[in-house]
């Protein structure tokens, strides 16, 4: 038994199985993306995060003092270049990678133990801290909350027919991250299942980049 020939129509693709044609629906790109079989999309608006219209946008600050303004279009594709291919398909795509294959984007895996702090890949800002994280047996990194709720966007994602999840993009790049489920661990019972590709390890005694530190306070104080 085999398929004897497939042909792509509008919206269904024709499969031929012992010369009986059977109609199945044809698997649209976002779900060829979760297969990581799509085409990456183009750096811009995505649903729930907008670019900033230029360099002169005023200034927001998250909840913790860190600089939450998003990045132009233009910024943020000039970070998404210096990812690698993969990268850019988990992070600007929206892509999933593969189960127990994550590596961050600085090379630590996806069930890293080491103590410190998870930024984004594009943009840097602080996400998610090694004391949050647990092992969720999923094969992707797991942490039961944010370091800073105001540093990630969360919007309803219908993306996969039957279902509806909530998708997690970091405030600042609008970078796709990866999903949040409601069968975490106490003490908020949210599951936070990132891509290890959208991520970036910085490990606890190691000096943050400047895009990765809260706005000294003085600075905060002399914009107002």
């Known amino acids: 038994m085999g398929v004897l020939g497939v042909s792509v129509g509008a919206g269904l693709a024709a499969v ?11 698997l649209q790109p976002r779900a060829l993306q979760i297969m990581g079989l799509g085409a990456s999309r183009q750096v811009g608006v995505k649903a ?24 132009t279009a233009q910024k ?29 984007v600085n090379g630590y895996p996806h069930d890293n133990k080491k103590a410190g702090l998870y930024v984004a890949a594009i943009g840097g800002l602080p996400l998610f801290s090694s004391e949050t ?18 540093h990630i966007i969360e919007v309803k994602d219908s993306s996969v027919p039957f279902m509806p999840r909530v998708e997690v993009l970091d405030a600042r790049a609008g970078s796709h991250l990866g999903h949040v489920f409601d069968d975490g661990p106490r003490p908020t019972g949210k599951r936070y ?8 390890f910085i490990p606890e005694g190691d000096e943050a980049p400047a895009e990765s530190r809260p ?8 914009d107002l």
């Open 16 to 26: 031929t199985l012992l010369t009986v044609p059977v109609f199945i629906p044809a």
């Open 48 to 71: 729930g995060w907008r670019p900033a219209k230029g360099d002169e946008a005023a200034q927001r600050l998250s909840q913790s003092g860190y600089d939450i303004t998003p990045l």
């Open 76 to 104: 943020k594709s000039e970070l998404a270049a210096m990812l690698t291919d993969h990268q850019r398909r988990v992070a600007v795509g929206s892509g999933t990678e593969r189960a127990f294959t994550g590596e961050t």
């Open 133 to 150: 994280k647990f092992d969720s047996g999923t094969g992707w990194p797991s942490f039961y909350a944010p370091v800073d709720p105001t």
């Open 193 to 200: 299942c990132m891509n290890a590709a959208a991520l970036k």
């Open 215 to 222: 706005i000294p306070q003085e600075k905060q104080e002399a």
